[in-house]
């Protein structure tokens, strides 16, 4: 009712109807409060996370273009073989703690070019190809990372869309198109502009010859509901050419549960935020983890000797004598991970990116960086620690990184 056609004067009404007005107008209030406050705190808890925004129609009308509301930033003046590398330092000086560890991430940051490009595109192309000299002629590494199920088809178009389109538009100096084609301008390769009508896994083979960050892609499985963790998130799609310590072929095709059920507390401390998490994240929004960890040799694919589940029972690992390691030959290992979720199929897709340079580069960093892993090899609790292999090599890298040379 507007107030200048009111019939009564306040003041004259009865007691009643004077406590309904104002009870009625105390409820405006506090709504108009409440969604103005809430609207500002939303905005600024999504201000990376993109989280809750609405689901955009593509603007080619093809579905999997970079939708409107993520913001991409063309880098024109991007030189890719002579920017710096993001130095991957997750470790903390303190107790390890199993935990999801996630953050929200921009969607400008999300797939990265680095001087390292050809170098690992290259190593990823010879390990799904069965042709990296680091591994026996007759070992199939292609059977082992490279993955593509039915029912992941529409995911993998749609990921292939957004990706090629994000590279094109985040990086114009190394990707120019036209209407049916992208060229690469650093390796002068051209692929289609779109994935539909293209077998899916030829699709991603072109991905792989495009960026340097293996992919999972994670559907729901209706079939296996009623098998254990059937209602969970599966493996269905991707490429996974640098594992580290496992064989992907292993836990293709499984719920997140059964991937990770070898890391020790994971069904304790992470299995229930982990499936709350994939069971919430919203189309679009981005999070990222790191992880860490060192290793004796410089190998990207590693399905058996850097993790402890992966040794006979009987062994038992003691740590190695100081004089006995080879220092030069050790590498940290670093994989920078994303989770989004795809707005067309809602597939969840996993990206690791993952860096390994030599350890004497680490120790190069400084004092900061060097006390901070001193303090993070020292932090494993004892399981984690054999998961990671530490109790071996553990003690003499501490020393190592105690030296000042
Ligand atoms: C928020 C999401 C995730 C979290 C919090 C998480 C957590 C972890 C943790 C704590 C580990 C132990 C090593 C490390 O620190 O990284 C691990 C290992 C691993 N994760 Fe995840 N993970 C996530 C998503 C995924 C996804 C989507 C996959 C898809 C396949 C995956 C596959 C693996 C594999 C294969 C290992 C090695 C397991 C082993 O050594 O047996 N993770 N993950």
Not at 127 to 150: A, G, Q
Not at 260 to 265: D, K, Q, T
Not at 285 to 293: A, D
Not at 296 to 307: A, G, I, L, Q, R
Request: with cysteine; hydrophobic share 35%.
């Amino acid at each position: 009712m507007n107030s200048t056609t009111t019939e009564y004067n306040v003041l004259t009404l009865p007691i009643d109807t004077t406590k309904i007005i104002a009870l009625v107008l105390t409820s405006i209030i506090s709504i108009f409060f409440f969604t103005n406050y809430w609207g500002k705190y939303n905005k600024s808890y999504n201000k990376n996370s993109l989280k809750n925004e609405p689901i955009e129609k593509s603007k080619s009308g093809l579905y999997g273009n970079i939708p409107e509301k993520l913001e991409l930033i063309p880098q024109t003046d991007f030189k890719w073989d002579q920017i710096d590398p993001l130095k991957s330092y997750p470790f903390k000086n303190g107790i390890y703690k199993l935990n999801m560890g996630i953050k929200n991430l921009n969607y400008q940051d999300w797939l990265l070019i680095e001087p390292t490009y050809l170098n690992r595109i290259e190593n990823k192309f010879k390990i799904i190809n069965n042709c990296h000299p680091d591994y026996p002629i007759d070992k199939d590494t292609r059977s082992s990372t490279l993955f593509i199920t039915d029912e992941a088809y529409e995911a993998v178009i749609e990921f292939y869309n957004i990706v090629m389109n994000y590279m094109l538009v985040k990086y114009p100096t190394c990707f120019s198109s036209n209407e049916t084609e992208i060229t690469n301008l650093i390796t002068n390769e051209s692929y289609p502009r779109f994935g539909k009508g293209i077998n899916p896994l030829k699709l991603q083979e072109y991905l792989v010859e495009n960026i340097e960050e293996d992919f999972i892609i994670l559907l729901k499985d209706p079939t296996k509901i009623h098998e254990k963790n059937g209602e969970e998130y599966f493996f269905k799609a991707g490429v996974f050419a640098f594992a580290a310590g496992f064989d992907p072929l292993e836990r293709f095709n499984k719920p997140l549960t059964f991937i990770h059920e070898r890391i020790p507390g994971y069904v304790e401390k992470l299995k229930l935020s982990m499936n709350k998490f994939f069971n919430r994240i919203s189309s679009n929004q981005f999070v990222t983890r790191s992880n860490w960890s060192i290793q004796s040799h410089n190998k990207f694919y590693v399905d058996d000797n850097n993790k402890g589940h992966n040794l006979p029972e009987d062994h038992i690992q003691k740590p190695i004598p100081y004089n006995e390691m080879k220092f030069n030959e050790y590498y940290y290992r670093s994989e920078r991970q994303v989770l989004t979720k795809l707005p067309k199929t809602e597939a969840i897709v996993f990206t690791i990116r993952t860096y390994l340079i030599p350890l004497s580069e680490v120790k190069a960093e400084g004092k900061e960086v060097r006390e901070r892993l001193i303090g993070g090899i020292k932090g494993f609790p004892e399981d984690i620690a054999r998961y990671k292999r530490a109790s071996e090599w553990g003690p003499s890298i501490i020393q190592y990184l105690e030296e000042d040379n």
